[in-house]
């Protein structure tokens, strides 16, 4: 088969309607929205674009099954997680190809985030069988006390483009295995790969109903409206913080139970007795996953001052090999960005740091020709006062800049309202308690460049979020806690 043909087989394998109740139908006003590959700017295909009318139609769906639903066997929400999970891998070729279409991201990235996200749901496929309470005395000896554990109820799932599948099945994954039903909007750019998840848990063996899928070029009117209504328990949202925010104060008029992972502005410390080769190793990665647009990517390089050069010296010399280009192409590791905008947003935060001071080490530039691509950079001496050490880059760009004491490091470390990930680069045992204890942030990564894991809590505390996914904690979030007083 030639490469387009498989690419045009994998796209016209989806489905490209909305899904409620356990029907794919399409939108009710007959609309379709545009899927791009943003490494051309081509059209890939349309998907339906859902009106307030088909969010509401997905509402009334999970809440008509949210009472039968929770209270299914845990046995067999186990196993339609767990035979998910076997089909997300069995089919990771494809949905990774499906998900470098819409995406960008190289191939092998791409297939990488199909494995992660398949681990949520064998993660909590084996959570499902686990829900318990307990049973104790009141303090005085009169009573004694039954905590439950009971499913939260329908929920709303806003998710965002950067890690279309993964971040779809760290909320699915649990609400499954909690008993909750599930009003998904994914987002419009990459709308294929939660598509293509609802197949796979239609032919898992979910009840229609309890997994419905609204795509829509219009998030705020279709979503709103959900936000006010009763009937939904629970809102689950991952994407920017700006966005989070007017989420938070849209859920207060019902006091809705809300889940936050918002955006992030990780700093990575590298410290003079560290092993520099791993530095370097560690950055690459926590800098050039996902191209850079991820809320766990490096924003700010902090380096001992006396090997802050040669830091940059060596990181540059491994991002300026990095091959650039489609994320289908072979040995490619850096694809395009998603949009326009992301991408002259990287550019103007590129000027503004080499405007303020910054030297330029590698790369900096736009690409000619077609695609959303920017040049792997490293900008040396970044100043304090850069909007790059303040803001959320989301792409190819590692700005380097000199600490002195571990105080000063820790100071600019936490100098910031997000506090989701830090990474630290360390061979003294001490210092790094230390450090991961000064650390404001939900997550550290040390001596290791990635922390996402399955089995881990992950979120951030300050303005990155509210609450966790992923381990115990993420079942957590779907349920509530109910206790009983009984009279002796
Ligand atoms: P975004 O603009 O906040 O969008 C995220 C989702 O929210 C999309 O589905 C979007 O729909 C929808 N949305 C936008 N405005 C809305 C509104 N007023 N009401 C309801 N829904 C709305 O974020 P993004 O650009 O897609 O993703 C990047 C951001 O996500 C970064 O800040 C990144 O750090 C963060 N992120 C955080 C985590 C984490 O775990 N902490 C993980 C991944 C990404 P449309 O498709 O229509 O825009």
Redesign the pocket.
């Known amino acids: 088969m030639s490469i387009a043909t498989e690419e045009q087989t994998v796209v016209d394998s989806v489905e490209k309607r909305l899904y409620i109740g356990g029907e794919w139908r399409d939108a009710s006003g007959g609309g379709t929205l545009e899927v791009l590959d943003p490494a051309t700017e081509e059209a890939l295909c349309e998907v339906a674009d859902g009106t307030p009318d088909d969010a509401m139609a997905a509402l009334d769906a999970a809440a008509e099954q949210q009472r039968e639903w929770g209270q299914s066997a845990p046995n067999d929400r186990a196993g339609i997680l767990w035979k998910a999970f076997e089909m997300l891998n069995e089919r990771a070729d494809e949905l990774a190809l499906l998900m470098t279409l819409e995406m960008g991201k190289p191939l092998a990235e791409s297939r990488a985030e199909i494995v992660y996200a398949a681990d949520f749901f064998r993660w909590f496929s084996g959570e499902a069988l686990r829900i318990d309470g307990t049973y104790k005395q009141f303090a005085n000896g009169t009573s004694r006390v039954l905590v439950m554990k009971q499913p939260v109820g329908p929920s709303l799932m806003?998710?965002?483009?950067?890690?279309p599948m993964a971040?779809g099945t760290r909320k699915v994954g649990p609400a499954i295995a909690a008993g909750c039903t599930i009003v998904m909007?994914?987002?419009?750019?990459t709308p294929l790969s939660m598509l293509a998840l609802g197949q796979i848990l239609e032919e898992a063996g979910l009840p229609g109903g309890v997994f419905n899928i609204v795509t829509?070029?219009?998030?705020?009117k279709t979503?709103?409206p959900l936000i006010q209504d009763p009937r939904l328990r629970k809102l689950s949202?991952?994407?920017?913080?700006?966005?989070?925010r007017?989420?938070i104060e849209?859920s207060a008029s019902q006091v809705l139970k809300t889940s936050m992972?918002?955006?992030?502005n990780a700093p990575f410390l590298i410290f003079e007795d560290a092993d520099l080769d791993a530095a370097v190793e560690g950055a690459l990665l926590a800098k050039m996953r996902n191209i850079g647009?991820?809320?766990?990517a490096a924003n700010r390089f902090h380096v001992a001052e006396p090997i802050q050069e040669e830091f940059s010296r060596r990181l540059a010399d491994k991002m300026g090999a990095l091959k650039m280009g489609r994320g289908t192409e072979e040995d490619v590791r850096v694809g395009p960005l998603?949009d326009q905008p992301s991408r002259e947003k990287v550019a103007e935060l590129v000027q503004d740091a080499l405007d303020k001071g910054a030297t330029r080490v590698v790369g900096g530039e736009i690409p000619d020709g077609r695609g959303y691509f920017f040049q792997p950079t490293v900008l040396g001496d970044v100043p304090q006062g850069a909007r790059m050490f303040r803001e959320?880059i989301?792409g190819p760009v590692a700005p380097v800049g000199a600490f002195g004491s571990e105080e000063d490091a820790l100071a600019r470390a936490n100098d910031t309202e997000y506090g989701?990930v830090a990474y630290v680069y360390t061979s003294d045992i001490k210092r790094a308690i230390r450090v991961c204890e000064g650390l404001e942030t939900g997550m550290v990564g040390l001596n290791q460049g990635m922390v996402s894991n399955a089995g881990a809590p992950?979120?951030?505390v300050k303005q990155?979020?509210i609450g966790r996914?992923g381990g115990t904690e993420g079942l957590e979030e779907f349920l509530e806690t109910k206790y009983v007083a009984v009279n002796l």
């Open positions: 806003i998710t965002p483009w950067n890690f971040m909007k994914p987002a419009q750019q829509t070029s219009s998030s705020s979503t709103g949202f991952t994407g920017s913080t700006e966005v989070g007017k989420l849209a992972e918002l955006g992030g647009e991820a809320c766990t998603i959320e989301f989701l992950f979120g951030g990155s979020g996914e």
